[in-house]
């Protein structure tokens, strides 16, 4: 058809709204709507540490796409973006190419290394589906291949993670729940498996206050886990750690490494200029000198005007860019205003594991343990209503209602 072409590539928290809300808020004859993703089902990026621990399943925390979002309106396709052609408006993937009038990048992450030696190579990353269910999988394994009988070193049953930031921090809590379900399958001695977490800061989840830091290292210690904070990791190898700046080696069977995001590489390959690990667009999303393109969520960086830093990069932000991005496609659409973007924040919850969890809601109000956590399952929850109505979270939600 002539009518205007949108193109959603990635199909994650942004990608997903923004394409939700394109949706339900333009005349079918206003434009088309393609949104393209490597899988046909989109996952909860923020449950992944769970999925890369075991204590959650890979189909617990997918969705399938054509079940949320409306396929008479959308046209779904399924296939993995290579590389942008921006000044020819054309988008290359794996198995053919689309051309676009307005394009939306929500690609997510990658980990990024910060160049320090053997991550890339060596160390397990909790990236998508596939990729903690390979950690889930790998740990299971050492645990298998120990009461088989076969040879193992002393070191197999250790599970060392580098970075106690958030995710970091999340992933040994739910590790302090699961490990003891696989010390008491394979019949091995809990005291066997040591869980390290090594951190280069001085404290864990840097910008966290100090007493919800205190709060989460004490439950996570009493659950067995171990902290090297203060350590920078010199080098990762096959089987471990080179830290801090007496380069002692740490031996593990299993290395995960949760340093730190910068934007999917198809952006940086596609030439865009990148600052920090990702691209920073103008406040009404979209890129500098690129009037058709958008770059939200994990890809982009949105600057606060007010004290010049950028807006925190996680799935809440992503959701209320996909609102702005979706409401300025349609303002372009229709030859109207743009909006700036601007940030709701409504707190940030970790879980530790199991029923624990800490942070903070609305004005800094401070949440511990099996409250907090009820506060997690709800916002969980409200994202599955958000992007799937209320037969999504009766199927997969984590509130039990009944
Ligand atoms: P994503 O949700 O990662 O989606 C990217 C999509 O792009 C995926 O569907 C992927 O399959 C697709 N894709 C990737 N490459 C290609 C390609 N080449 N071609 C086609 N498709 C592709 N944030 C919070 O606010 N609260 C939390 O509690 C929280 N917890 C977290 C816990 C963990 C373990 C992690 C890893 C992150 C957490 N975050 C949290 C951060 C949050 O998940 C991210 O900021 C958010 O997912 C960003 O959304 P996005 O849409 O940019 O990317």
């Known amino acids: 058809s002539n009518k205007p072409k949108i193109l959603v590539l990635g199909a994650g928290y942004a990608g997903m709204m923004t394409t939700k809300r394109l949706s339900q808020q333009l005349r079918p004859d206003e434009a088309d709507i393609t949104l393209v993703n490597k899988h046909n089902y989109h996952y909860l990026t923020t449950w992944l540490h769970e999925v890369a621990a075991g204590t959650a399943t890979p189909n617990s925390s997918r969705v399938m796409i054509s079940d949320v979002i409306n396929t008479k309106r959308v046209q779904l396709h399924f296939d993995a973006v290579v590389e942008i052609k921006k000044d020819e408006q054309r988008v290359i993937l794996e198995n053919g190419e689309l051309s676009y009038d307005y394009l939306v990048i929500a690609l997510g992450f990658e980990t990024a290394t910060f160049g320090i030696p053997g991550i890339k190579e060596h160390a397990l990353k909790i990236e998508n589906i596939d990729s903690s269910r390979h950690i889930r999988d790998h740990i299971e394994f050492q645990f298998a291949r120990y009461s088989s009988g076969a040879e193992t070193s002393e070191d197999a049953f250790n599970i060392l993670v580098g ?18 379900e696989l010390c008491k399958e394979y019949n091995i001695d809990r ?78 390959q596609s030439g865009f200029d990148i600052i920090k690990g990702k691209v920073t667009v103008n406040n009404d999303l979209r890129v500098p000198n690129h009037d058709n393109i958008f770059i939200i969520g994990d890809c982009s960086w949105v600057m606060d005007k007010e004290n010049d830093r950028p807006f925190p990069a996680n799935a809440q932000s ?22 700036d973007f601007s940030f709701d924040y409504k707190g940030t919850v970790a879980s530790l594991g199991g029923s624990d969890a800490m942070g903070t809601i609305f004005d800094d109000k401070k949440l511990y343990g099996m409250k907090a956590k009820a506060m997690k399952n709800v916002i969980d929850d409200r994202y599955l209503y958000l992007v799937g109505g209320p037969k999504l979270v009766l199927k997969k939600g984590k509130v039990k209602f009944f």
């Open 163 to 180: 970075g106690a930031g958030f995710t970091g921090i999340e992933f040994v809590g739910e590790l302090a729940k699961r490990v003891p």
């Open 191 to 268: 005291k066997k498996v040591r869980i390290i977490n090594v951190e280069a800061a001085p404290t864990i989840l840097p910008g966290f206050d100090d007493d919800l830091v205190e709060y989460a290292q004490n439950s996570l210690e009493e659950r067995g886990i171990e902290f090297r904070i203060g350590a920078k990791i010199q080098e990762c190898t096959e089987d471990g750690f080179i830290i801090g700046d007496d380069h002692e080696k740490v031996n593990a069977g299993t290395v995960v490494w949760t340093g730190g995001v910068q934007a999917n590489p198809v952006v940086s």
């Open 318 to 339: 992503a959701i209320q860019e996909a609102e702005t991005c979706a409401t300025n496609i349609k303002a372009l659409l229709r030859k109207e205003a743009l909006q």
